[in-house]
């Protein structure tokens, strides 16, 4: 079996390993472990709302997207938490694939606008530029360490 298909709960096991796979080098160099990746992978797929989509090879998921919608006052919001893909099919087209693939089953849901987070000047901000996203000038992403 090979193409784009929804993800279900028995997918976040082999998704949590690609997750691993995939942060855990360049140009991330995350510390994920399994389980760790599991969870946060887990929490996303339980939330309301959930969409996820995979990625599949020859039975073997090579890429993954989740994420969640949520009401705004001014219509359906799509949180788009996480989306990766193998390092060997990177620069394939397999993302916008997929970017294309939510599109089609956002709209379906009513939503109208894609939102997420990712590093300013890197190879995944130039990815989402090249599909369409832009920066949103109106909002600033903060943190606080406690």
């Known amino acids: 079996m090979s193409g784009v ?3 279900e709960e028995k997918d ?3 998704c949590a390993e690609l997750y691993v796979d995939v942060f855990n080098k360049e140009p991330w160099n995350d510390k994920w472990t399994t389980k760790t990746a599991y969870n946060r992978l887990r929490d996303t797929y339980i ?11 020859e039975d073997i998921i090579k890429a993954a997207l989740f994420g969640n919608c949520e009401q705004w006052y001014e219509g359906m919001h799509f949180n788009l938490r996480e989306m990766y893909v193998t390092n060997e099919l990177q ?3 397999i993302g916008s ?3 294309q693939e939510l599109e089609v089953r956002a709209k379906d849901l009513g939503v109208h606008t894609i939102i997420l987070f990712t590093e300013k000047d890197n190879c995944t901000d130039k990815f989402y530029r090249r599909n369409g996203f832009s920066g949103l000038d109106f909002m600033s992403m903060m943190g606080k360490e406690i």
Do not use: R, T, W
């Open 5 to 7: 298909f929804k993800l």
């Open 12 to 14: 976040i096991k082999e």
């Open 47 to 57: 939330s309301p709302g959930f969409v996820g989509i995979k990625y599949v090879e």
């Open 91 to 93: 620069g394939k087209k």
């Open 97 to 99: 694939k997929m970017l």
